[in-house]
């Protein structure tokens, strides 16, 4: 399968708790993006990557996240101290940025949801 | 905020009938995007307008963008009961720092 994988698909925690989420995206995709959806709402961008640079944060994402990606290629979003509001469908997705006639369509994962009890 | 709004909030139609979502939007876009997400999965795009085109179809869907009216529509023709889905439109701006912003999407319901 050369889509977007996302681990784990659901994560139920506790209030206080860390969580960590993985992303792989399509590997020749250079542009990899984080997303939230809650119940009845579209997604809502998070931040993104260009290869390894995080290139933009949302006013959403506080101190309590964090987004990595290393080495260009898969990416973590980590959120401290879980509080209950953060529970959400958090969603990757990646795209192949620069390519002449390539107008940077999205390709989603599954999404990983979070319930934080 | 998001920027794009759908209407109606949900549609429930017959199976074989057709279906058309609107959506509208604030500011300038480079591009529109629909995208169609089945309950509790990932969202699959369907079709990207550009700002400079009117129309576009892809098998049994019909986009229309009105960049004067910040509108577009989407139309499903000859619906199945495999189209019951949440559909989203995302408009897509910010020159090189390009991100999609999402509408709250309507709920399509296909009845067989």
């Known amino acids: 399968d050369t889509g977007v994988s996302q681990d784990p698909r659901h994560k139920i925690t506790k209030r206080g708790q860390n969580v960590t989420f993985r992303c792989d995206p399509i590997s020749e995709h250079n542009r990899l993006y984080w997303y939230r959806q809650t119940l009845g709402q579209g997604p809502e961008f998070l931040t993104y990557?260009?290869?390894?640079?995080?290139?933009?944060k949302s006013r959403l994402l506080s101190d309590r996240f964090s987004a990595e990606r290393p080495k260009g290629s898969f990416s973590t979003l980590e959120i401290q101290r879980t509080e209950q509001g953060d529970s959400a469908m958090y969603l990757c997705?990646?795209?192949?940025?620069?390519?002449?006639?390539?107008?940077?369509?999205?390709?989603f994962g599954p999404g990983t949801r979070l319930t934080v009890l | 905020s998001q920027q794009g709004e759908e209407d109606p909030q949900a549609l429930s139609i017959q199976e074989g009938e057709n279906a058309t979502m609107n959506c509208s939007y604030k500011t300038s876009i480079n591009n529109l995007q629909w995208y169609r997400q089945n309950s509790g999965r990932g969202l699959v795009h369907l079709i990207l307008?550009?700002?400079?085109?009117r129309e576009k179809h892809s098998g049994r869907l019909r986009v229309t963008l009105d960049t004067s009216k910040k509108s577009s529509s989407l139309l499903i023709t000859a619906s199945r009961a495999a189209d019951t889905a949440s559909y989203f439109c995302a408009t897509a701006w910010g020159g090189s720092n390009y991100k999609l912003t999402f509408g709250k999407g309507t709920l399509l319901t296909v009845n067989p």
């Open positions: 997705a990646s795209s192949l940025w620069g390519v002449a006639g390539i107008y940077n369509e999205q390709f």
């Open positions: 307008i550009r700002s400079n085109e």
């Open positions: 990557f260009q290869n390894e640079a995080q290139l933009e």
